[in-house]
């Protein structure tokens, strides 16, 4: 699956640069955001070097019981369902 992941990723930044216009977005976004540019091979490398390992640290730190929210859109009688999923 994770290798599924990769490929989809690559596969989508790809894509998404075909046109200069993105291509400059895509730099322009990178300085503003993060004060540097990093190429497409570069971010591909990066992409490749994710393990699972890797995935299980980012999901233990961010699916922690104490940082769950659950947002309910549209008319509910009761919240009590919903909590338990939180529980």
Do not use: C, H, W, Y
């Not at 200069?20 to 730099?27: D, E, H, I, K, V």
């Not at 549209?74 to 999923?85: D, V």
């Amino acid at each position: 699956e994770l290798n599924k992941v990769k490929q989809m990723a690559r596969g989508n930044m790809v894509l998404g640069l075909e046109e200069t216009n993105a291509l400059a977005l895509f730099s322009s976004v990178q300085e503003l955001t993060e004060r540097t540019v990093e190429t497409p091979d570069t971010i591909m490398k990066k992409i490749d070097a994710v393990t699972p390992e890797d995935i299980q640290s980012i999901a233990r730190e961010l699916l922690q019981k104490n940082k769950r929210v659950v947002a309910l859109l549209g008319p509910q009688k009761s919240t009590a369902p919903f909590e338990k999923l939180l529980a």
